[in-house]
T-cell receptor
Framework: KNQVEQSPQSLIILEGKNCTLQCNYTVSPFSNLRWYKQDTGRGPVSLTIMTFSENTKSNGRYTATLDADTKQSSLHITASQLSDSASYICVVFKTGGSYIPTFGRGTSLIVHP | DTGVSQDPRHKITKRGQNVTFRCDPISEHNRLYWYRQTLGQGPEFLTYFQNEAQLEKSRLLSDRFSAERPKGSFSTLEIQRTEQGDSAMYLC??????????????FGPGTRLTVT
């Protein structure tokens, strides 16, 4: 079964601190992996897209890594801000004719002042 | 604002009623996806269109659900005989895809459905 597992389920950090979110997947055959940020009551917003050959991709204070061999990805947030409080969702797309994405349940991040 | 709009933003309906949601994607995008998201969960795929053709449907999309994308522009998602279990956020997303290139998916703000 194609799955995407995220950890931790929730995380509370102080403003200015760094944090790392994890995503493990079993989706196969792999096409690409995406990280989204979703504020409460709003649609997800794309942070990064990584294909098989990409190991690291940055978007401002967000850095995503991908290890396609171990089927693991991480999202590192540097110098967190209050506005980083949101749900972070890992999504994996398959290849081979089916373009149905598999979403993780998300990690809920709360940044306290 | 991502450029993808959804209408209405909120809908409250009684069990057994029919509801229809609309999604207007970014104009040049040929792919359009519908997702359902319940509280505390990630979005679940429902269906997607390439232009006007509905290419895949999830098993979650029961006979009470139907989606259309006439002329490959806006799309509608209709739920007939709503049930309380249909209460969720319904998200629409659009993207541009040509060949094997991977393009970003832009989500709308969602339609929050509450079935009483």
């Amino acid at each position: 079964k194609n799955q995407v597992e995220q950890s931790p389920q929730s995380l509370i950090i102080l403003e200015g601190k760094n944090c790392t979110l994890q995503c493990n997947y079993t989706v196969s055959p792999f096409s690409n992996l995406r990280w989204y940020k979703q504020d409460t009551g709003r649609g997800p917003v794309s942070l990064t897209i990584m294909t098989f050959s990409e190991n690291t991709k940055s978007n401002g204070r967000y850095t995503a890594t991908l290890d396609a061999d171990t089927k693991q990805s991480s999202l590192h947030i540097t110098a967190s801000q209050l506005s980083d409080s949101a749900s972070y969702i890992c999504v994996v797309f398959k290849t081979g004719g089916s373009y149905i994405p598999t979403f993780g349940r998300g990690t809920s991040l709360i940044v306290h002042p | 604002d991502t450029g993808v709009s959804q209408d209405p933003r909120h809908k409250i309906t009684k069990r057994g009623q029919n509801v229809t949601f609309r999604c207007d994607p970014i104009s040049e995008h040929n792919r359009l996806y519908w997702y359902r998201q319940t509280l505390g969960q990630g979005p679940e795929f429902l269906t997607y269109f390439q232009n006007e053709a509905q290419l895949e449907k999830s098993r979650l999309l029961s006979d009470r659900f139907s989606a259309e994308r006439p002329k490959g522009s806006f799309s509608t998602l209709e739920i007939q005989r709503t049930e309380q279990g249909d209460s969720a956020m319904y998200l629409c997303a659009s993207s541009l895809r040509w060949g094997t290139e991977t393009y970003e998916q832009y989500f709308g703000p969602g339609t929050r459905l509450t079935v009483t």
